[in-house]
Every structure is written in structure tokens, then in C-alpha cells.
């Protein structure tokens, strides 16, 4: 997908060079909006990469000091935890932020116990704020 979208920046980008350069006040106008999109995008695809990236290393530093919530959940026939399963375990992780929450520990187990139980929303803002406590702690 990441491809894909840098193609799509690059070909949207080469079209807005032509409608900029083409003088019509319409064209330039289409042109400025074929410059704008793909900045947009390109700042949503290093934004997620990155985010990808963190959560990853985060991910190791909790398995290297074997604090890494073990995946024992029942899974589905799709591969993902069975929802009561992870629901009964959701609040200890709740309740380990509630007692810490400047640990970003919690937060990133909190945000793995979100996933579990099928509430990426919540997920992935749980991992940014493990993340952005991690870069603040750096311990």
C-alpha cells in the first residue's frame, strides 16, 4: 500500500507541474490542489510509518524485559482473540494505568488489550501515548 501511494504522489506531482505551468487561472488553481493532496499524503504515510516503527520498538523493549503480555488468548477462525476472552482481561491493563499512568508500560499493554478486544481507535491513541511517555522517560 505504501508503494501504491508513493506512485499516486509522484504521478499526482508530475500533473501538477503541468496545470501549474499551463497559465490557465483554472489549471493553476487544479494545479495548486494536485500539490497540496499529495503533501498531505506523504505526511500521513511518514506519520503512520513512523508510528509503526515506535510501536515496534517498544514492542522489543517489553519482550527483551519479559514483560510482554503472552498471546494466550482463544483465537477465531479469522486469527483474532476471541472478544470475551480479551474482554475479561481488559481491566487489569486498565487498572495498571489507572495505578501508573506515567508509565508507558501500561499504556502500550493497554493499547495491545484494546486491539485484542477489537477497539483499534482506542488501540493505536494508548500506543501514541506509550509512545510519546517513552520518548519523555526514555527508560
Not at 482463544?74 to 476471541?82: D, H, I, K, T, Y
Not at 502500550?108 to 506509550?130: I, M, N, P, W
Request: hydrophobic residues 50%; aromatic residues 8%; glycine residues 6%.
Amino acid at each position: 500500500m505504501a508503494f501504491l501511494l508513493v506512485l499516486y504522489l509522484v504521478l499526482a506531482g508530475q500533473r501538477a507541474v503541468l496545470f501549474l505551468t499551463s497559465g490557465e487561472p483554472v489549471a493553476v488553481a487544479i494545479g495548486v490542489a494536485l500539490t497540496v493532496l499529495p503533501l498531505l499524503g506523504a505526511w500521513a504515510l511518514i506519520r503512520e510509518l513512523l508510528f509503526g516503527v515506535r510501536s515496534q520498538q517498544l514492542a522489543d523493549r517489553l519482550n527483551l524485559e519479559g514483560q510482554l503480555p503472552a498471546a494466550d488468548l482463544p483465537l477465531r477462525p479469522s486469527g483474532r482473540p476471541e472478544r470475551a476472552a480479551a474482554d475479561a482481561q481488559f481491566p487489569a491493563f486498565r487498572e495498571a494505568v489507572e495505578q501508573a499512568p506515567e508509565d508507558w508500560r501500561a499504556w502500550f499493554r493497554l493499547g495491545l488489550a484494546y486491539d485484542a478486544s477489537g477497539d483499534r481507535r482506542r488501540a493505536r491513541q494508548a500506543v501514541r501515548q506509550a509512545i510519546a511517555l517513552s520518548r519523555r522517560s526514555r527508560t
